[in-house]
């Protein structure tokens, strides 16, 4: 503990009008400061006018800090990990006691700890279906699903628990379906409806055909199969009008693609953030996968067949799991490879259950450990650190 | 001795010597011959080109995938298969067609003659009879390791020059046989063992290392009583092996399957003490997937009985190979052991199992073409790269064939990428560590498995084959057809509507097979025959799958393009961790996907390389394939 006002400099500095404002000036010399450069510090009294003042006056040296900039710096500087960088963001965020206390462990330098934990029953269970397909059961007997499934799950649990305490986007609001015609949006609704999900019906002061479906207090997802079904310029024209209309509810798109479609492609959301996809037909085509979303997308893919309702409970986990209502946060990187890891697991789940050939169920599950990779060593350092420092909503 | 060579460095009495004869050396010779390089092969004995030194089996899962490539790119060991097989069987069948595989069971002479016979018929390629006990260098400097290879000393003291050298010398490098307390230096039972090789190789600077593996004792035939004995014919109608093979007219043998008893494991237990492992007489590293009975009955003590596969060693031979009881315990304990095994109460043993210690080359010291790294001219292929199997041998042995020729006439190395076969998954994992278990290859090595199945091999390679000329046009042809008869298929399946969905709609649910569809008649009316059947099967089951991996295929073939300057500064690239820096220093890859591989270079340290490389302008393509 340093002593008393003897920390730090104590000067009257700041000039309003040729007048002094009583304040603390910090100086720290580079290399040992958060950001590793050297900082100065104003400590002022609050208040608009006066900030905008002094601001005036720094001008010709100095400007506002963008979000995320003293942690970019300190990372550019050597003094903080991605992982770690990351986790200022989540601690800045932190709702809940456990959120905080995940942040701080991967701050601590504990992110492969943490991933590790997860890893392990993900990689048994790789093993034992590795087992199966390069050996013969004479060798190795037969290996029981029953095992590989308690691995998955058990990996899953972990992975999810991580998610949920990483600072995510929590869009609240109404979220828009965007697909082209027979994507399977109103079978989706349907199939959301069908358990414990209220119809909301029609929109007063929107088009007739508009359904909004409530999956909790809070978040509607919005359906519009009349106008949404027209040709493409109609449909883009359609689909900005209802972004128009709904622009104070409306959080994002969650985009619905029929991957057997001729030419299937995600639709383009324009300007709306893209929270989730959904890829339909997952029970009536189980090797039919879409393409992927942009190289910069996090937001999970998730593969739905609403003939059985397969990944129907997934997808509703997850929106449950994202929808508080709650205002709109910096939107959480580490959740989203989190989730998409998640979902990759889920998928291998329900393909294991479905009896679909081991050498499958290893590529999901191959996926979801390439995710975490992706996260924990990202592939592609620039756009990773631009999405990540361009979420930060505080200076630091 | 390894010295500066003193002959004319302009001496060439062929282009390319192949040290050895086995499954790598026999695929390294013909290939160079076939190439039109002026080949040697310099075998103790030419009568025993192409012998099978443990099991008189080729195949199985991932090995026979690895074989159907060797064959794609105009190899030797799946005809020599076809001729030599008496039993043939598709392995995994009710597994996805990704991890199905071919399996033969061989006449172990027949083979062998085969094999031997095909390398002396070969135009162009001249067997030599003698023992290679050091090689010929220019500039030898053992501390750099670098030099320049001249060619071999022969054991009479003759040499041979040639450019370049592949060395495929198997178990006999410094090899040593173990059979309880009796142990003496040997390659192969009753064959002497090339320690000289090996000597010359640790004089020359290069890192060895120590495998292990072992065999079982070989069973007199009529001393089995198979009465009591479950039976495993071969598959009916056999499936050839070869893409080259049109039918196979054969009448199968069966093999049968018996187990140790607790009698078996008791008898092991109390001799285990004399066994050179427990002793510690072995100190190299035996495969965990091919343990020897005494290691399974001590590891796993919990199994009171292990399968026994009764596998006969020809069709007229008096031996039975008893797959799955590999030992190194003394004579008289196997006589007892395995008479306590059914079926085998008054068995004789004709020659008894031994343990097998040989020396191997740290394959962190081999670039992608299977030459060792700073000797120029020098190749190394087989068991020498710390491999077991004769499939992983023969398909080393063909690409450093492939190599030697290229580099004597100083063309592009030839590179088999991770997506494109088992062939450069296994190259790939060589170069990037030294294995530290015999290397055998598995379908969970490759991480594009659904694309390498067995039945696309001469797909996937036949460009590679065409532009290495080891291709005529009858089988260009036959690929052709193949492709275009499985793209009508797939068409047929994605048109025909059955209840609203379409025939390859209803095949992609995990329940239905292609079979369920053969009533179809758009389908029937092709008449397709069983290979492409099975390919139709996979390209429309696995269509989803492929498409979704195309990204990291795209990106793979991306870094392995991505090239790096030879003269790159690591020493200033700010934010590299040091391990990677100094594995970097070390190897100095290629390509920025071999660094990627490279184990201690993270990815954070191939972005930090990426972006030095951006920085020092566009990059360069890699040449070659």
């Known amino acids: 503990m340093p002593r008393r006002r003897r920390a730090v400099f104590e000067a009257p500095v700041t ?71 990351e986790a200022v963001l989540a601690l800045i965020h932190a709702e809940s006691g456990e959120q905080a206390r995940a942040a701080l462990g991967v701050l601590q330098g504990g992110l492969d700890a943490t991933l590790a934990a997860a890893r392990e029953p993900l990689l048994g269970a790789r093993a034992l279906l590795e087992a199966d397909l390069d050996f013969l059961e004479d060798e190795t007997g037969t290996v029981d699903p029953a095992a590989i499934r308690e691995l998955l799950v058990a990996g899953l649990e972990r992975l999810a628990r991580l998610a949920a305490a990483m600072p995510r986007a929590r869009p609240g609001g109404d979220l828009l379906l965007l697909g082209r015609a027979n994507a399977g949006k109103s079978s989706l609704c349907n199939a959301l409806r069908g358990a414990e999900v209220m119809l909301v019906g029609d929109r007063p002061g929107t088009t007739r055909d508009v359904v909004a479906v409530e999956v909790a207090p809070g978040l509607r997802l919005l359906d519009a199969p009349g106008d949404l079904d027209d040709p493409d310029d109609a449909w883009d024209r359609a689909a900005l009008a209802h972004r128009d209309r709904h622009a104070r509810t409306l959080r994002g798109a969650v985009l619905v693609l029929d991957p057997t479609s001729e030419g299937a492609s995600w639709p383009d959301a324009g300007a ?50 994202h929808v508080s209502g709650g205002p709109a946060v910096g939107a959480g990187r580490a959740a989203g490879f989190l989730d998409r890891a998640c979902a990759e697991i889920r998928t291998a789940l329900e393909g294991l259950d479905a009896g679909l050939g081991g050498e499958l169920v290893a590529l999901e599950v191959d996926r979801a450990l390439g995710i975490l990779s992706d996260w924990a060593g990202p592939p592609s350092a620039e756009a990773v650190l631009d999405r990540l420092f361009g979420s930060f909503c505080l200076g630091k | 001795m390894t010295a500066s060579c003193s002959e004319d460095p302009g001496m060439r009495d062929f282009d390319v010597i192949v040290v050895g004869g086995g499954h790598a050396g026999a695929e390294a010779a013909l290939v160079a011959a076939r190439m039109g390089a002026s080949t040697a092969c310099v075998v103790l004995e030419a009568a025993s080109i192409g012998r099978m030194s443990c099991n008189p089996a080729i195949g199985g899962i991932a090995k026979g995938h690895l074989v159907r490539e060797i064959d794609a790119l105009g190899g030797e060991m799946g005809l020599c298969t076809d001729a030599a097989g008496i ?171 018996t187990r140790t008893s607790p009698a078996t494991h008791e008898l092991i237990e109390r001799s285990a003490d004399r066994s050179p492992m427990y002793r510690g007489r072995i100190v190299g590293v035996g495969p965990r997937y091919c343990p020897s009975i005494e290691d399974k009955v001590m590891r796993f003590r919990d199994r009171d009985s292990h399968l026994v596969f009764l596998e006969p060693e020809g069709r007229d031979s008096p031996e039975i190979y008893p797959n799955g009881i590999s030992t190194s315990l003394p004579e008289e304990v196997q006589e007892a052991f395995v008479r306590t095994i059914p079926g085998l109460e008054n068995v004789r043993i004709l020659r008894p199992g031994y343990a097998v210690e040989y020396a191997h080359l740290a394959t962190d010291q081999l670039r992608a073409d299977l030459q060792v790294a700073g000797y120029r001219g020098l190749f190394a292929a087989g068991q020498i790269n710390g491999t077991s199997g004769y499939e992983e041998a023969a398909g080393q042995g063909l690409i450093a064939g492939i190599n030697a020729v290229r580099f004597v006439r100083r063309e592009a190395p030839f590179v088999l990428d991770r997506a494109s076969s088992y062939l450069g998954v296994m190259v790939d994992d060589l170069c990037r560590v030294n ?191």
């Open chain 1, 15 to 85: 000039v309003l009008n040729g007048r002094t404002v009583p304040g603390l000036v910090l100086v720290m010399p580079g290399p040992r400061s958060f950001t590793g450069e050297d900082v100065v510090e104003l400590h002022l009294p609050g208040g608009p006018l006066l900030l905008e003042t002094v601001g005036a006056q720094l001008a010709p040296h100095a400007r506002p800090a963008t979000p995320g900039e003293f942690t970019r710096r300190a990372f550019e500087n050597g003094r903080l990990d991605l992982g770690q960088a």
């Open chain 2, 87 to 257: 039993q043939f069987r598709t392995l995994n069948t009710r597994k996805g067609p990704a991890v199905r595989a071919p399996r033969a069971q061989c006449d172990r002479a027949l083979y062998n003659q085969e094999m031997a016979g095909r390398v002396a018929a070969q135009s162009g390629l001249a067997v030599v009879e003698g023992e290679a006990v050091d090689l010929l260098v220019d500039d030898p400097d053992p501390e750099a390791t670098t030099g320049t290879i001249r060619g071999v000393r022969l054991a009479d003291g003759s040499t041979l020059h040639a450019p370049a050298v592949v060395l495929t010398t198997g178990t006999f490098l410094g090899g040593r046989l173990f059979a309880g307390e009796w142990e003496r230096d040997g390659g192969r039972f009753g064959e002497a063992a090339a320690t000289a090789i090996a000597t010359a190789l640790a004089r020359l600077g290069l890192r060895l290392g120590r495998h292990k593996t072992g065999t079982p004792p070989r069973l007199d035939r009529d001393s089995i009583d198979f009465s009591g004995l479950e039976v495993q014919p071969g598959d009916d109608p056999p499936r050839p092996f070869s893409f080259r093979t049109r039918a196979l007219e054969v009448e199968q043998v069966n093999c049968w399957l």
């Open chain 1, 272 to 321: 709306l953030p893209v929270l989730a996809a959904v890829a339909t037909r997952a029970d009536l085509a189980p090797g039919a996968f879409p393409p992927p979303l942009g190289p910069r997308s996090v937001a999970p893919v998730f593969r739905v067949g609403c003939r059985s309702g397969v990944g129907v409970d997934s997808f509703r986990t997850w929106l449950l799991d």
């Open chain 2, 435 to 625: 294995p530290s278990e015999p290397y055998r290859m598995f379908t969970s090595r490759a991480e594009f498995r659904l694309l390498l199945r067995a039945d696309n091999a001469d797909r996937r390679l036949a460009s590679a084959a065409k532009e290495l000329g080891l291709w005529d046009a009858a089988r260009e042809s036959a690929v052709t057809h193949k492709q275009q008869r499985i793209a009508a298929a797939v068409a047929v399946l994605e048109r025909t509507r059955r209840e609203g969905r379409t025939l390859a709609e209803i095949l992609r649910r995990p329940e239905v097979v292609l079979a369920d569809l053969l009533a179809e008649p758009a389908l029937a009316d092709l008449g397709l025959s069983e290979e492409e059947l099975s390919e139709v099967e996979a390209e429309v089951k696995y269509a989803g799958y492929i498409a979704r991996q195309a990204d990291q295929v795209d990106k793979l073939r991306r870094m392995e393009a991505r090239r790096i300057p030879a003269e790159l500064d690591y020493g200033a690239l700010h934010g590299l961790a040091n391990e990677a820096r100094e594995r970097l220093l070390a190897r100095r890859p290629l390509t920025v996907g071999e660094a990627s591989r490279i184990s201690g270079v993270t990815p954070a340290d191939v972005n930090l390389l990426l972006v030095a490389l951006a920085r020092s302008g566009p990059s360069r393509r890699t040449t070659g394939s």
